[in-house]
């Protein structure tokens, strides 16, 4: 079958799109018709490198599809051959004591598919039947596609690491991404006041559309000071900052007295400054939040599924395009997500 392959770790010149042998699914794995997958930061990461992934290349990446069950091992209970299915990607032991507490997105042997395993941009895919959701009829495969990874990830951060209330002001930093769009959808059905950044006009009109109350352009603006302005110097109750870096000393700024700044990843590099003065002074709290657990994941795609939320597609890509994709997602071109689809249904479509 044909697969997108990272040939190395490097710039975009290492992704390819040809020839790996058909997948064959162990005991507990499905085999999926992959119809679409979706990128994420993640696989931009995946593709640079990052200090401790020892991948055996070539690679294939991509933790996020949806497609149909073609066959399924033998142990397997809940699907069977033609059912529709969406990927989440997180693996979790089940043994250790978070694991056990319930927690596995906090599992000490956590892993994503697509990222420390082989993904699932190709044709393809075996996947473990724990990773699997049932995709309604109705549900654009784009669409399920799209999904799980970045609103599982927003969900969690805001709802449960965060523990946003309705009513409480809450900025979420580069509204245009899928991380950003998802929080964007989530804080404002959780009843709060959403303040967004974006960097053009366009992306600002969007961020709108999809539930921001106030909106600032941080190419044109110091955020932080607008902030400060919008809300009668008082600050923001929570940030949600997956930027890092270029964002994380202005986020804590935004913040009124005891708010919190939570966070899911640094595109722009993990080290900022720290800012001590500032969190122990105002009283702060960093909280971290990585994927989600399967209960929060059936919570949120059942509300993606019926429509209260949407993942905006960005572009849909065929497979062969992988590198035009992660060149869109590097270059911040247009907002929402960047869906790519094997090379044969791309031109069936
Ligand atoms: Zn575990």
Known sequence: MKAVQFTGHGGREVIEYGDVPDPTPDRDEVLVDVKAGALNHLDVWTRRGLPGLDLEMPHVPGSDAAGVVLEVGEDVTRFG??????????????????????????????????EHVPGVHGEMAAIPEDNLVE?????????AAAAPLVFQTAWRMLLNRGDLQAGEKVLVLGASGGVGHAAVQIADYAGAEVYATASSEEKLRYAEAVGAD????????????RVRELTDKRGVDMVVDHVGEATYPDSLRSLAKGGRVV????????????????????????????????????????????GTFEPRIRDVLPMSETARAHEMLEDREGFGKVVVVPDSEYDRA
């Not at 529709?84 to 042997?109: H, I, K, Q, T, W």
């Not at 995709?135 to 669409?143: I, K, L, S």
């Not at 352009?217 to 000071?225: G, T």
């Open 81 to 114: 051959p033609g059912d529709r299915v969406a990927l989440s990607a997180g693996v979790s032991c089940g043994e250790c004591e978070f694991c056990r507490d319930g927690e596995y997105s906090m599992c000490v042997n956590y892993h994503v598919i697509g």
């Open 135 to 143: 995709v309604p009829q109705g549900v654009e495969w784009e669409t």
């Open 214 to 225: 106030h909106v600032v352009d941080y190419e044109a603006e110091d955020f932080a000071e």
């Open 263 to 306: 966070t899911c990843g640094a595109t722009t590099g993990p080290n900022p400054g720290a800012g001590l003065n500032r969190i122990f002074w105002n009283q702060l709290s960093v909280i971290g939040s990585t994927m989600a657990n399967p209960g929060e994941v059936d919570d949120v795609l059942e509300l993606v599924w019926d």
